[in-house]
């Protein structure tokens, strides 16, 4: 089930959101690498993460699930936010070279169907990046965040939908290694807690990103949608009765 968007802004507004924001940003501008001229989507709730690619994308576009909600963004200027149905998204084939997913993976009913409308949409040897809420972790037992609602992923779960459907992982980062509390003392670690967890490895963390490229040939078919039955009334006059 998506998460109300009306949450998602209050998270991120709040000490805890904006600390696990920033650490979670360090990671995707670093696998999202050189953005100039190119065509950028963020899927879910991945507007706190996109500030970094408006300058040098040629169009940076923000597509919000109806089932969540949707927000303008950004603040200024013209709002680049859709909304639509992520499975069915209003995009031309091969449109977009960079899809950066967050809040969005985990919270699909279908993630086959979503792995084939990415891949139909993503240009050729371009990528996606995925950012989701690890298994183990305890960002994903824990109720208090939007990464503890969904359908959390392993590092192997991600990786063989990813091979499934002709994208392969290129590099691998983990973010978010303090545990998810309001307390002024750890968010004040928060730090001392990321370098603790990348040296005692990264099952200790809370999110999984991945960068992946896209192959050339689909993997696995689009589905075909089986028409709806739709009964239509008999509408022939029919004669008036005597009396």
């Not at 040629?58 to 603040?75: K, L």
């Not at 002709?166 to 002024?184: G, I, K, N, Q, Y």
């Not at 990348?198 to 099952?203: K, Q």
Request: hydrophobic share 45%; aromatic share 6%.
């Amino acid at each position: 089930m998506a998460v109300d968007v009306t949450r998602l802004i209050a998270f991120y507004k709040s000490p805890l959101g904006r600390i696990s924001r920033a650490l979670v940003r360090e990671q995707v501008v670093a696998l999202a690498g050189d953005l100039k001229g190119k065509r950028v989507l963020g899927l879910g709730f991945a507007t706190p993460f996109l500030r970094f690619a408006l300058e040098p994308a040629e169009r940076v576009v923000a597509a919000m699930p109806a089932r969540q909600g949707a927000s303008a963004w950004p603040r200024e200027g013209p709002s680049h936010t859709i909304l639509c149905d992520p499975l069915e998204m209003p995009l031309p084939d091969a449109s977009i070279d960079l899809t950066i997913a967050v809040h969005a993976l985990e919270h699909i009913a279908d993630a086959e169907e979503l792995m084939r409308e990415l891949w139909r949409i993503t240009s050729p040897n371009c990528h996606v990046l995925l950012v989701v809420p690890r298994r183990r972790g305890i960002w994903a037992q824990r109720d208090n965040t939007p990464f503890g609602a969904g359908n959390p992923y392993s590092g192997g779960q991600l990786e063989k939908l990813l091979r499934d459907h002709s994208f392969v992982p290129e590099a691998w980062r983990d973010a978010l290694f303090f545990p998810p509390t309001h307390s002024p003392v750890v968010l004040k670690s928060t730090r001392l807690f990321e370098r603790a967890g990348r040296v005692l490895g990264p099952a200790m963390s809370g999110v999984i990103c991945v960068r992946a490229r896209k192959e050339a040939f689909p993997a696995v078919p689009r589905r075909k949608r089986e028409e709806r039955y739709v009964r239509v009334p008999d509408l022939r006059p029919a004669a008036a009765r005597s009396g």
